[in-house]
Protein backbone atom coordinates (compact mmCIF):
# COMPACT_ATOMS: atom_id res chain seq x y z
CA UNK A 1 0.00 0.00 0.00
CA UNK A 2 2.82 2.23 0.84
CA UNK A 3 4.95 1.64 -2.69
CA UNK A 4 1.53 2.14 -4.21
CA UNK A 5 0.87 5.58 -2.38
CA UNK A 6 4.36 6.56 -3.04
CA UNK A 7 4.04 5.37 -7.27
CA UNK A 8 0.73 7.38 -7.05
CA UNK A 9 2.58 10.73 -5.71
CA UNK A 10 5.00 9.94 -8.64
CA UNK A 11 2.45 9.93 -11.48
CA UNK A 12 1.29 13.77 -9.89
CA UNK A 13 4.34 14.94 -9.97
CA UNK A 14 4.85 13.90 -13.78
CA UNK A 15 1.27 15.25 -13.90
CA UNK A 16 1.93 18.33 -12.53
CA UNK A 17 5.18 19.51 -13.01
CA UNK A 18 6.30 17.72 -15.82
CA UNK A 19 2.92 18.55 -17.98
CA UNK A 20 2.94 15.95 -19.44
CA UNK A 21 0.07 15.52 -22.16
CA UNK A 22 -3.68 13.90 -21.19
CA UNK A 23 -3.13 10.34 -23.39
CA UNK A 24 -0.05 9.90 -21.53
CA UNK A 25 -1.78 10.74 -18.38
CA UNK A 26 -4.46 8.03 -19.45
CA UNK A 27 -2.02 5.41 -19.50
CA UNK A 28 -1.73 6.17 -15.86
CA UNK A 29 -4.80 5.82 -15.27
CA UNK A 30 -5.44 2.52 -16.85
CA UNK A 31 -2.18 1.11 -14.92
CA UNK A 32 -4.25 2.31 -11.98
CA UNK A 33 -7.13 0.78 -13.04
CA UNK A 34 -5.60 -2.70 -12.54
CA UNK A 35 -5.14 -1.98 -8.44
CA UNK A 36 -8.15 0.03 -7.97
CA UNK A 37 -11.01 -1.04 -10.08
CA UNK A 38 -14.12 0.90 -10.53
CA UNK A 39 -16.88 -1.41 -11.23
CA UNK A 40 -20.54 -1.07 -12.49
CA UNK A 41 -22.85 -1.15 -9.25
CA UNK A 42 -25.28 -3.16 -11.10
CA UNK A 43 -23.48 -5.94 -12.89
CA UNK A 44 -19.77 -5.70 -10.94
CA UNK A 45 -17.99 -5.71 -14.25
CA UNK A 46 -15.13 -3.11 -14.50
CA UNK A 47 -16.18 -0.02 -15.71
CA UNK A 48 -14.31 1.93 -18.96
CA UNK A 49 -12.85 4.94 -18.65
CA UNK A 50 -15.88 7.15 -20.29
CA UNK A 51 -18.44 5.17 -17.91
CA UNK A 52 -19.10 6.00 -14.31
CA UNK A 53 -22.06 3.74 -11.45
CA UNK A 54 -23.39 2.05 -14.56
CA UNK A 55 -21.71 -0.03 -17.82
CA UNK A 56 -23.19 0.48 -20.96
CA UNK A 57 -24.53 -2.75 -20.78
CA UNK A 58 -26.60 -2.36 -17.79
CA UNK A 59 -27.24 1.11 -18.93
CA UNK A 60 -28.71 -0.58 -22.14
CA UNK A 61 -30.42 -3.62 -20.09
CA UNK A 62 -31.80 -2.15 -16.65
CA UNK A 63 -36.02 -2.45 -17.35
CA UNK A 64 -36.48 1.34 -17.54
CA UNK A 65 -40.83 1.71 -17.67
CA UNK A 66 -41.04 4.94 -20.33
CA UNK A 67 -44.12 5.76 -17.83
CA UNK A 68 -43.18 9.62 -18.62
CA UNK A 69 -44.33 9.85 -22.07
CA UNK A 70 -48.04 7.95 -20.90
CA UNK A 71 -50.51 10.23 -19.56
CA UNK A 72 -51.91 6.94 -17.96
CA UNK A 73 -49.52 4.50 -16.33
CA UNK A 74 -49.42 2.23 -13.64
CA UNK A 75 -47.67 4.62 -11.41
CA UNK A 76 -50.14 7.77 -12.12
CA UNK A 77 -53.08 5.08 -11.27
CA UNK A 78 -51.44 4.19 -7.45
CA UNK A 79 -52.76 7.86 -6.51
CA UNK A 80 -56.01 8.22 -8.11
CA UNK A 81 -58.68 8.70 -5.93
CA UNK A 82 -56.37 9.67 -3.25
CA UNK A 83 -54.29 12.82 -3.84
CA UNK A 84 -54.46 15.28 -6.76
CA UNK A 85 -51.24 14.87 -8.27
CA UNK A 86 -50.35 16.09 -11.85
CA UNK A 87 -48.25 13.32 -13.33
CA UNK A 88 -46.15 10.04 -12.02
CA UNK A 89 -43.25 7.70 -13.30
CA UNK A 90 -40.68 5.85 -12.01
CA UNK A 91 -37.53 5.61 -14.36
CA UNK A 92 -36.96 1.47 -13.89
CA UNK A 93 -39.37 -1.57 -12.87
CA UNK A 94 -38.55 -3.23 -9.74
CA UNK A 95 -38.60 -6.55 -9.31
CA UNK A 96 -37.49 -8.98 -6.15
CA UNK A 97 -33.76 -10.26 -6.71
CA UNK A 98 -33.23 -8.00 -9.78
CA UNK A 99 -30.40 -5.67 -10.72
CA UNK A 100 -32.76 -2.68 -10.23
CA UNK A 101 -32.85 -3.75 -6.17
CA UNK A 102 -29.10 -4.67 -5.88
CA UNK A 103 -28.63 -1.12 -7.10
CA UNK A 104 -31.14 0.66 -4.56
CA UNK A 105 -29.95 -1.65 -2.01
CA UNK A 106 -26.23 -0.40 -2.24
CA UNK A 107 -28.06 3.28 -2.98
CA UNK A 108 -29.94 2.63 0.70
CA UNK A 109 -27.59 0.90 2.66
CA UNK A 110 -24.47 0.03 1.42
CA UNK A 111 -22.92 4.15 1.42
CA UNK A 112 -23.56 4.74 -2.49
CA UNK A 113 -24.81 7.83 -2.94
CA UNK A 114 -23.26 7.84 -6.17
CA UNK A 115 -25.78 5.32 -7.69
CA UNK A 116 -28.74 8.44 -6.25
CA UNK A 117 -27.29 11.16 -7.87
CA UNK A 118 -26.48 9.50 -11.11
CA UNK A 119 -29.99 7.92 -11.89
CA UNK A 120 -31.43 11.11 -10.86
CA UNK A 121 -29.49 12.73 -13.95
CA UNK A 122 -30.52 10.27 -16.07
CA UNK A 123 -34.16 10.48 -14.98
CA UNK A 124 -34.08 14.60 -15.20
CA UNK A 125 -32.71 14.45 -18.64
CA UNK A 126 -36.15 11.94 -19.34
CA UNK A 127 -38.12 13.96 -17.89
CA UNK A 128 -37.74 17.61 -18.74
CA UNK A 129 -38.39 16.39 -22.71
CA UNK A 130 -41.93 14.80 -21.54
CA UNK A 131 -45.18 17.29 -21.36
CA UNK A 132 -46.01 16.41 -18.22
CA UNK A 133 -42.17 17.42 -16.87
CA UNK A 134 -41.18 20.26 -18.72
CA UNK A 135 -42.38 23.00 -16.13
CA UNK A 136 -41.03 21.87 -13.12
CA UNK A 137 -39.63 24.80 -11.17
CA UNK A 138 -38.08 22.62 -7.89
CA UNK A 139 -37.41 18.98 -6.79
CA UNK A 140 -38.23 18.11 -3.08
CA UNK A 141 -37.11 14.42 -1.63
CA UNK A 142 -38.75 12.67 0.79
CA UNK A 143 -37.45 13.42 3.40
CA UNK A 144 -35.86 11.42 5.87
CA UNK A 145 -35.69 11.99 9.60
CA UNK A 146 -32.61 13.61 11.26
CA UNK A 147 -31.92 11.04 13.46
CA UNK A 148 -31.78 8.19 10.87
CA UNK A 149 -30.04 10.39 8.00
CA UNK A 150 -27.15 11.25 10.80
CA UNK A 151 -27.18 7.63 11.04
CA UNK A 152 -27.33 6.31 7.48
CA UNK A 153 -25.01 9.55 6.69
CA UNK A 154 -27.33 10.96 3.66
CA UNK A 155 -30.58 10.45 2.87
CA UNK A 156 -30.84 8.67 -0.63
CA UNK A 157 -34.02 10.49 -2.19
CA UNK A 158 -32.17 13.54 -1.35
CA UNK A 159 -29.56 12.32 -3.72
CA UNK A 160 -31.81 11.73 -6.53
CA UNK A 161 -33.27 14.67 -5.81
CA UNK A 162 -29.64 16.01 -6.40
CA UNK A 163 -29.06 14.49 -9.88
CA UNK A 164 -32.45 15.25 -11.07
CA UNK A 165 -32.14 19.22 -10.06
CA UNK A 166 -29.13 19.18 -11.90
CA UNK A 167 -30.43 17.71 -15.39
CA UNK A 168 -33.58 20.16 -14.95
CA UNK A 169 -31.24 23.11 -14.09
CA UNK A 170 -33.69 23.94 -10.87
CA UNK A 171 -33.07 24.00 -7.41
CA UNK A 172 -33.95 21.05 -5.21
CA UNK A 173 -35.33 21.79 -1.24
CA UNK A 174 -35.02 20.20 2.01
CA UNK A 175 -35.85 22.41 4.07
CA UNK A 176 -40.22 22.82 3.12
CA UNK A 177 -41.11 18.96 3.87
CA UNK A 178 -39.74 17.99 7.19
CA UNK A 179 -40.11 14.51 8.70
CA UNK A 180 -41.04 14.87 12.66
CA UNK A 181 -41.40 11.15 13.45
CA UNK A 182 -38.73 8.47 12.96
CA UNK A 183 -41.40 5.78 12.25
CA UNK A 184 -41.37 3.81 8.98
CA UNK A 185 -44.86 2.65 7.31
CA UNK A 186 -45.07 -0.76 8.10
CA UNK A 187 -45.81 -2.84 4.85
CA UNK A 188 -47.87 -5.66 6.72
CA UNK A 189 -50.43 -2.75 8.17
CA UNK A 190 -53.62 -2.43 5.75
CA UNK A 191 -53.45 0.24 3.17
CA UNK A 192 -55.92 2.31 6.11
CA UNK A 193 -53.86 1.69 8.80
CA UNK A 194 -50.56 2.26 7.02
CA UNK A 195 -52.46 5.78 5.96
CA UNK A 196 -53.03 6.35 9.69
CA UNK A 197 -49.81 5.47 10.36
CA UNK A 198 -47.54 8.06 7.82
CA UNK A 199 -50.22 10.97 7.91
CA UNK A 200 -48.92 12.66 11.05
CA UNK A 201 -45.09 12.47 10.11
CA UNK A 202 -44.30 15.16 7.92
CA UNK A 203 -44.84 18.87 8.70
CA UNK A 204 -44.46 22.15 6.11
CA UNK A 205 -41.91 24.42 7.21
CA UNK A 206 -42.14 28.26 5.60
CA UNK A 207 -43.14 28.05 1.84
CA UNK A 208 -43.63 31.37 0.84
CA UNK A 209 -42.01 30.99 -1.60
CA UNK A 210 -43.31 27.50 -3.08
CA UNK A 211 -46.38 29.39 -4.16
CA UNK A 212 -47.82 28.86 -7.41
CA UNK A 213 -45.03 26.34 -8.11
CA UNK A 214 -44.56 23.15 -9.68
CA UNK A 215 -43.26 20.54 -7.33
CA UNK A 216 -41.29 17.03 -8.26
CA UNK A 217 -41.70 14.90 -5.25
CA UNK A 218 -38.98 12.41 -5.33
CA UNK A 219 -38.54 9.55 -3.71
CA UNK A 220 -36.06 6.25 -4.15
CA UNK A 221 -38.93 3.67 -4.76
CA UNK A 222 -43.05 4.08 -4.77
CA UNK A 223 -44.88 0.75 -3.22
CA UNK A 224 -48.11 1.46 -2.16
CA UNK A 225 -47.37 5.36 -2.29
CA UNK A 226 -48.79 5.95 0.92
CA UNK A 227 -45.26 8.16 2.23
CA UNK A 228 -45.74 9.99 -1.48
CA UNK A 229 -49.44 10.41 -0.54
CA UNK A 230 -48.77 11.92 2.71
CA UNK A 231 -45.67 14.12 1.22
CA UNK A 232 -48.29 15.14 -1.55
CA UNK A 233 -51.02 16.01 0.85
CA UNK A 234 -48.81 17.99 2.71
CA UNK A 235 -47.57 19.99 0.28
CA UNK A 236 -51.13 20.91 -1.42
CA UNK A 237 -51.77 23.36 1.37
CA UNK A 238 -49.34 25.32 -0.68
CA UNK A 239 -51.86 27.86 -2.65
CA UNK A 240 -51.47 27.37 -6.30
CA UNK A 241 -49.38 24.52 -6.12
CA UNK A 242 -48.62 21.61 -8.79
CA UNK A 243 -47.38 18.39 -7.55
CA UNK A 244 -45.66 15.90 -10.15
CA UNK A 245 -43.75 12.48 -8.80
CA UNK A 246 -40.30 10.79 -9.73
CA UNK A 247 -38.85 7.69 -8.52
CA UNK A 248 -36.41 5.73 -9.44
CA UNK A 249 -37.92 2.35 -9.06
CA UNK A 250 -41.46 1.40 -8.66
CA UNK A 251 -43.01 -2.12 -7.31
CA UNK A 252 -46.23 -1.88 -9.06
CA UNK A 253 -48.35 -5.30 -10.34
ZN1 LIG B 1 -23.01 -3.37 -15.57
Not at 47 to 70: A, I, M, S
Not at 159 to 186: C, N, W
Amino acid sequence: MKFLTKLLNLFIFLYNKLKIPLDKVSYFYDFFSLFFPRICYSCGNTLFRHEEVLCGYCLHQLPKTNFWGEEDNPVCRIFWGRVNINHASSLYYFAKGGKVQHLMHQLKYKGKKEIGVYTGKLFGDYLKKSVFYSDVDVIIPVPLHPKRKRKRGYNQSEMFARGLAEAFAKPYDIHTLVRTYASETQTKKSRFRRWENVKEIFALKDHQHMINKHILLVDDVVTTGATLEACATMLLQIPGIKISVATLACATH
